[in-house]
Nanobody
């Protein structure tokens, strides 16, 4: 069984910073990609940032230059550093990981979600 546990998030003023972390555990052969999606009230879930196991990254246009994703393959963790936060970044952020198990199956897994609120 695979589990993703998120930490971080909270309330921050516009222009501030937050850091989200995500840790994967369980029956994991390899983690092909990790990242974050977010969902604001009344909106669809959208990709924020993604990083592959060899370090290739991609970001939503709205966060480029402000957010940075990183990962530690040995620790099976990923982090999202969010700077210059804007009110429109307010959403529930979900960690996800594309994981292969020892049986050769690849599936997407999701964290529990963490609230990020940017407000003065």
């Amino acid at each position: 069984q695979v589990q993703l546990v998120e930490s971080g998030g909270g309330l921050v003023q516009p222009g501030g910073s937050l850091r989200l972390s995500c840790a994967a555990s369980g029956s994991i052969s390899s983690i092909d990609a990790m990242g974050w999606y977010r969902q604001a009230p009344g909106k669809q879930r959208e990709l924020v940032a993604r990083i592959t196991n060899w370090g290739r990254t991609n970001y939503a246009d709205s966060v480029k230059g402000r957010f940075t994703i990183s990962r530690d393959n040995a620790k099976r963790t990923a982090a999202l550093q969010m700077n210059s936060l804007k009110p429109e970044d307010t959403a529930v952020y979900y960690c996800y990981a594309q994981i292969s198990d020892y049986g050769g199956s690849s599936n997407d897994y999701w964290g529990q979600g963490t609230q990020v609120t940017v407000s003065s």
